[in-house]
């Protein structure tokens, strides 16, 4: 009888251990062994601790910057062919006065969600000027301080006209390469010459430059309130350009636009002309670099759960013996399933910790980069979907290989050599 009593108070001594165990005791410490396993065999999980971090830090890096990053490729949109110009420009009637935009029209126009800038010209064709007794042809235009920052123009050679030269109506100039070699011999004996258009005398102060400055290159730039003032026969500014933000914004502003300027002007003979190709073009090829970078990420995260899979099925292989001791001790089922289960997840989300600070580190070098930053909640939403990715990630790859030492026999497992 006292064998059986105390067979029966040991059974209930347990019971009570193992319902005391239910408690967050029991998860703490299971946490801590687990915790103290991985660190034991960090060297065993440096590769995959790597591969989730450098996935998870592209991860947020890619989402956290990608819309500056766009905005920034946008900028230089010499590389794109003007892709995301868009030219607005009203028709010359066969019989009536031609249209020309207004200042309160291009205001409007620059308000549509998506516009980054526009800007107006006057044009005049088959302009002439002599040097040192030779003619010489070319374009004038008349344009807006903005319009070198609309097309990403730069000064080759001395500086652009900036918005002091359209408020004072400066009579400078700026001109393209080509014609510079032609009139003065090059880029550099062209800056300070006097030109002379329609008998009055423009200062050259600067040479156009930029990858799409060929297009221009035989072409001469007034500030649009002097071209108005002096140039006889320049028209009315009745074309203007549109930049949009990214190649996104191309289509919607485009089908703004009509109804923005019908809303402040009439609109007879306008049209819409838009570089449909190359934006298609551009959109095709940053869509297939999109995808790249983004299967990337997600490759290099799930061959670290495949990773994480193939060390914790070894893992449970080497410790068959422990797993029989502790059952046999009294471990139940579920604290076996819980302590692998719980080193998986402790492996991808220390591994998440480290690829959220390499991604923060990344974030602050391309803020500093381009100039701009992103919204710091943009940042905690990238964070917490990598640390919820990282939890599936750890349990869908060690929920297997913790089943199957859960589900081992303790005769079995105490034999396992």
């Known amino acids: 009888m006292a064998i059986g009593k105390r067979k029966q ?16 005791l029991r998860y703490y410490d299971l946490v801590r062994v687990s915790v103290r396993e991985v660190l034991r065999k960090r060297r065993r999980y440096i590769g995959v601790l790597a591969s989730i971090a450098l996935g998870m830090a592209g991860f947020i890096v890619i989402i956290t910057m990608g819309n500056d990053l766009k905005k920034n490729f946008n900028n230089d949109l010499d590389l794109l062919g003007g892709a995301t110009i868009i030219n607005a420009m009203f028709e010359q009637p066969q019989l009536d006065r031609q249209e020309w935009f207004r200042d309160r029209t291009l205001e409007a126009i620059g308000r549509i969600p998506g516009v980054l800038d526009t800007t107006k010209v006057a044009l005049k064709t088959s302009a002439l000027t002599t040097w040192h007794d030779r003619l010489f042809g070319f374009n004038l235009v008349g344009c807006e301080a903005n319009y070198w920052k609309v097309f990403s123009f730069n000064a080759a050679a001395g500086r652009l006209f900036d ?17 510079a070699r032609q009139i003065f011999g090059g880029d550099k004996e062209a800056l ?7 008998d009055n005398l423009y200062t050259v102060i600067g040479i156009l430059g930029g990858v799409r400055a060929g297009d221009r290159s035989l072409f001469v730039f007034l500030p649009i309130t002097t071209a108005r003032a002096r140039v006889v026969g320049i028209s009315q500014p009745y074309s203007s350009y549109i930049r949009c933000a990214t190649w996104d914004d191309v289509a919607p502003v485009a089908k703004a636009v009509p109804g923005v300027v019908k809303a402040n002007q009439s609109d007879r003979g306008l049209r819409i002309n838009v570089a449909w190709e190359p934006l298609k073009q551009v959109q095709r090829i940053f869509w297939w670099v999109e995808l790249f970078i983004y299967s990337s990420i997600v490759a290099t995260m799930i061959l670290g759960g495949f990773g994480i899979w193939n060390i914790m099925m070894a893992t449970v292989t080497s410790r068959t013996r422990e797993i029989g001791l502790k059952k046999a001790m009294g471990a139940l089922d579920t604290d076996i399933l819980y302590q692998f289960l719980f080193e998986a997840l402790c492996v991808t989300l220390s591994s998440s910790v480290f690829g959220v600070i390499l991604g923060r580190i990344g974030i602050e070098y391309m803020s500093r980069m381009l100039g701009s930053r992103p919204p710091e909640g943009l940042f905690f939403i990238c964070l917490m979907m990598g640390l919820g990715f990282a939890a599936v990630l750890g349990v869908g790859a060690g929920l297997y290989p913790s ?15």
Do not use: F, N
Request: with cysteine.
């Open 9 to 24: 108070i040991t059974v209930a001594e347990l019971d009570r251990i193992r319902r005391r165990g239910a408690g967050p």
């Open 163 to 179: 918005a002091k030269d359209i408020e004072e109506g400066a009579r400078v100039c700026v001109v393209g390469s080509d014609l």
């Open 192 to 198: 300070g010459q006097i030109l002379s258009i329609d």
């Open 403 to 417: 089943i199957r030492a859960s589900r081992m026999q303790v005769v079995d497992a105490m034999r396992y050599e």
